[in-house]
Nanobody, 119 residues
Framework: QVQLVESGGGLVQAGGSLTLSCAASGIIFSMFNMGWYRQAPGKQRDLVAQITCDGSTDYADSVKGRFLISRDNTKNTVYLQMNSLEPEDTAVYFC?????????????WGQGTQVTVSS
């Protein structure tokens, strides 16, 4: 049974930082591409950051230079370090795992963690 369990969400003031974690089980973590998506109320779920199984990263333009995705294969965990947070970053953040490219959305989802940025 595949499980992706996110943690680290919460309420933060604009300009602050948060780090999200996603612990994976039930998969051979090192063989999976990992991603973070987010969904704000009334909006579609968008890809924020991704890291391939070989460590290549990519980011949405809206978070480039502010967010950093990383993975620790020894802990089966992917992280999203979020700096200089803006109210527009408020959303539910979802961890995602896929053997295919993350953008295909054919893999596994976490339950989501709420991030709220106050102005």
């Amino acid at each position: 049974q595949v499980q992706l369990v996110e943690s680290g969400g919460g309420l933060v003031q604009a300009g602050g930082s948060l780090t999200l974690s996603c612990a994976a089980s039930g998969i051979i973590f090192s063989m999976f591409n990992m991603g973070w998506y987010r969904q704000a109320p009334g909006k579609q779920r968008d890809l924020v950051a991704q890291i391939t199984c070989d460590g290549s990263t990519d980011y949405a333009d809206s978070v480039k230079g502010r967010f950093l995705i990383s993975r620790d294969n020894t802990k089966n965990t992917v992280y999203l370090q979020m700096n200089s947070l803006e109210p527009e970053d408020t959303a539910v953040y979802f961890c995602y795992a896929d053997r295919s490219p993350v953008r295909y959305r054919t893999g596994y989802w976490g339950q989501g963690t709420q991030v709220t940025v106050s102005s």
